[in-house]
């Protein structure tokens, strides 16, 4: 991280690294919650703070830095981290086959276990610990189950929490339980709230970037920072803007990516991608709906329909839920290159709605249900109430195909970490 710069801190951000200072009129609170926009530097303020104020009050004891996966952690927290401990005396040495860190300074070391809090199960590994704080990086990804469990490992005097995250549902567990005004007073808890005003590093430019990138709930919570109940279209910002006529094949730049949504009952469909000036265009698609035709076809006959679908195009893979075993199969039978999709739902409908919004991803005019779908695919509000972000299965079929694209070749992509 060499060369490494930041602008000064924002009040909002001197806030979080002072809170529980000897001059604080708040230092007896038992830990503090910042949530609001993405970008709005929550996450560089919050670690270094918890880390100032674990070994200003602790030595020789054990801490939990939580994300939703270790791997999150690292890129979001621990990417970071360390160098910045480092120019200001700290020695911090992170040993990642133990996922620990080790702070030492003034003769004092303190321990930093790092979680990942993905699922239910994810608290048993917490588990039975002694902590004297826990830190909570994107806490509304994570399962009520292991903040409990994790909270409830803070045992030792003085202990205390930190949470930090961007908003969700209203209805979500985290803000009913930690948030509101009678919890936060019951918790005895600090409550800041960030907007991208809070980040001076950021220019106005990148602000502005970052707002066109999203929009509906994802704009109030990523941008405005709201708790925002997800309803009605979810990707309401679908548009003429990404429909366009079929375009000449000279155009079409590298080898196509295919995607695919198996269904037995439920229609299957295959979505052929190609890349077109430097965004990427579902070019044509097949869709089967045997509920209407009455006759439901084998994994044969959807591997022929496949095989002739993608013709001669020279293609790089075939994208598959990977819940469709005997489909994907058979097309490994076949010697069909098969790509297993990376089926997270909630994390790919943010990255196709982003990229619907800033126009990265069109569809040709032929794509007759595709297009269908994409008005359509609704928020489930019966979940919504519960504080569930859910699509309703019905209408998502193309849908799902999109997305298995999305998350499964975009992503890696972008990240540059591509599998194949």
């Known amino acids: 991280m060499a060369g490494m710069t930041f602008a000064p801190f924002s009040v909002q951000q001197l806030k979080v690294l002072t809170w529980w200072c000897d001059n604080s009129p708040v230092k007896d609170k038992n830990g503090i919650i910042a949530d609001g926009a993405i970008r709005s530097g929550k996450t560089v303020a919050m670690s270094l703070s918890y880390v100032f ?29 360390p160098p910045m401990l480092e120019g200001r005396g700290y020695d911090a040495d992170y040993r990642r086959s ?61 202990s205390k929490f930190w949470f930090n995250c961007n908003p969700e549902n209203p209805h979500h567990w985290f803000y009913e339980g930690w948030i509101t005004l009678e919890k936060r007073i019951e918790k005895n808890i600090i409550y800041l709230h960030f907007t991208m005003e809070d980040n001076l590093s950021l220019s106005e430019e990148t602000k502005a970037r970052y707002r066109a990138m999203y929009a509906g709930a994802f704009y109030a919570r990523f941008i405005l920072g709201e708790w925002k109940v997800a309803e009605g279209l979810i990707y309401d910002m679908f548009s003429d803007k990404n429909i366009i006529a079929q375009p000449k094949a000279e155009e079409l730049i590298g080898s196509a990516y295919i995607s695919c949504d198996y269904g037995t009952l ?12 430097n965004k990427w265009l579902c070019v044509k698609e097949y869709y089967y709906n045997s509920r209407k035709t009455c006759v ?125």
């Open 53 to 81: 104020w674990a070994m200003e009050s602790f030595d020789g004891m054990n801490f939990a830095m939580c994300g939703k996966t270790i791997s999150s952690f690292r890129r979001n927290v621990l990417s970071f981290l």
């Open 266 to 277: 439920n229609p299957t469909v295959f979505l052929m991608w190609r890349k077109f000036h």
């Open 296 to 420: 439901q076809k084998t994994d044969g006959e959807y591997a022929d329909d496949l095989i002739e679908f993608i013709s001669d195009i020279s293609y790089q893979c075939v994208i598959v839920d990977p819940s469709a075993a005997s489909f994907i199969a058979e097309l490994m039978k076949r010697g069909i290159k098969v790509l297993k999709a990376d089926n997270t739902v909630l994390d790919g409908i943010r990255s196709v709605a982003k990229r619907l919004q800033t126009g990265e991803l069109l569809v040709t005019k032929d794509c007759i249900n595709t297009i269908a779908e994409f008005g359509m695919y609704r928020w489930d509000d019966k979940a919504a109430e519960h504080g569930e972000d859910k699509p309703v299965k019905e209408d998502d079929h193309a849908m799902d195909a999109v997305r298995y694209f999305v998350s499964t070749i975009l992503g890696r992509i972008v990240e540059g970490h591509r599998r194949f």
């Open 98 to 158: 133990d996922n620990l860190l080790t702070i030492s300074r003034n003769g004092r070391t303190n321990y930093f276990y790092v979680f990942g809090g993905r699922d239910e199960s994810s608290q048993d590994l917490i588990q039975g610990m002694t902590l004297a704080g826990a830190f909570f990086d994107e806490v509304a990804l994570m399962p009520e189950s292991f903040v409990l469990q994790a909270t409830a490992r803070c045992s030792v005097t003085g």
